[in-house]
């Protein structure tokens, strides 16, 4: 039995307000709801994404109130999302700030299926600590990768700062078999924030993946980017509106994944082991 050939998604550069709250939160989270089903009245997709932290404002402020803005991963942000994937029979990719057993706070992205039931989730391994970001005061990093398929593309999120570490895409594309790594983020236009785009299309190309790289709405967010596993003068990445809300309808074609790879055969060519005979090191 062939595999389908399509996979369509949903990539919601959104606005978060300010929250405080965890009424401003769910307020924002049922705004937000509204919107996307609005947008699949007329379309039908097989997966739906959202941000990093899409149910919370990413500030300080916001990050001193996790007492009360956090969840457990079948909180407010699933309850809510998991009405859009039954209403929609489709998958939908959120991430949200999660309190686990243990009562520490996580950079998650889960996974709701079409069935409503949680599908799995990932927490954010590397916290940025850097530029307007301060995620190492108030969370801890997340220690395993997840991977989940939609017709039959097998897929796997990352959320923001793990882009700048090549071993993690590294890692899913060898040993997990990925064709498309969906990145979560809320990069605010400081220092690091256009240096963004250049680690998307290294890290599409090196390992041959579509790349969904999609940030939040706003004055100093906004430049989500698709890019596909190859890009040249007549193939280029998909962007975004600078800092509006954008819902865009992504197609990514199976075809195009296997032509790729065979034209230029990166990953086949790869030595997993190369020996270094020491001549040329003086030390």
């Given at each position: 039995m062939s595999l389908p050939e399509q996979l369509t998604i949903l990539a919601c550069q959104i606005d978060v307000p300010v929250t405080r709250t965890a009424a401003d939160r769910d307020q924002h989270l049922g705004r937000v709801c509204e919107r996307v089903s609005a947008e699949l009245k007329h379309k039908r997709v097989d997966l739906v994404v959202l941000p990093e932290l899409c149910s919370i404002d990413y500030s300080r402020e916001a990050f001193e109130r996790l007492d009360v803005l956090s969840e457990t991963v079948r909180g407010a942000s699933f309850q809510h999302w998991r009405e859009i994937s039954l209403a929609h029979r489709c998958h939908v990719a959120f991430s949200f700030a999660r309190r686990d057993g243990d009562g520490q706070y996580l950079i998650t992205l889960a996974v709701a299926g079409p069935d409503g039931e949680l599908v799995g989730y990932y927490d954010k391994i590397y916290l940025a600590q850097f530029g307007a970001s301060m995620e190492k005061e108030f969370f801890t990093p997340g220690a395993e990768f997840f991977r989940f398929s939609v017709n039959g593309f097998r897929i796997a999120p990352i959320i923001c700062a793990d882009i700048r570490f090549p071993e993690v895409c590294r890692t899913l594309a060898i040993d997990h078999g990925v064709d498309v790594i969906l990145h979560s983020s809320a990069y605010s236009r400081d220092p690091s924030f256009?240096?963004?785009?250049?680690?998307?299309?290294?890290?599409?190309?090196?390992?041959?993946?579509?790349?969904?790289?999609?940030?939040?709405?706003?004055?100093?967010?906004?430049?989500?980017?698709?890019?596909?596993?190859?890009?040249?003068?007549?193939?280029?990445?998909?962007?975004?509106?600078?800092?509006?809300?954008?819902?865009?309808?992504?197609?990514?074609?199976?075809?195009?994944?296997?032509?790729?790879?065979?034209?230029?055969?990166?990953?086949?060519?790869?030595?997993?082991?190369?020996?270094?005979?020491?001549?040329?090191?003086?030390?």
């Open positions: 256009h240096s963004w785009h250049s680690f998307v299309h290294t890290r599409a190309l090196e390992n041959q993946v579509f790349f969904v790289s999609l940030n939040r709405a706003g004055a100093d967010y906004g430049r989500s980017l698709f890019c596909p596993p190859w890009i040249d003068e007549s193939l280029e990445p998909t962007h975004f509106s600078e800092s509006d809300q954008q819902f865009t309808t992504l197609t990514i074609d199976r075809s195009e994944l296997v032509r790729v790879r065979e034209l230029y055969p990166f990953l086949k060519d790869r030595r997993e082991q190369i020996e270094q005979s020491g001549k040329g090191f003086a030390d």
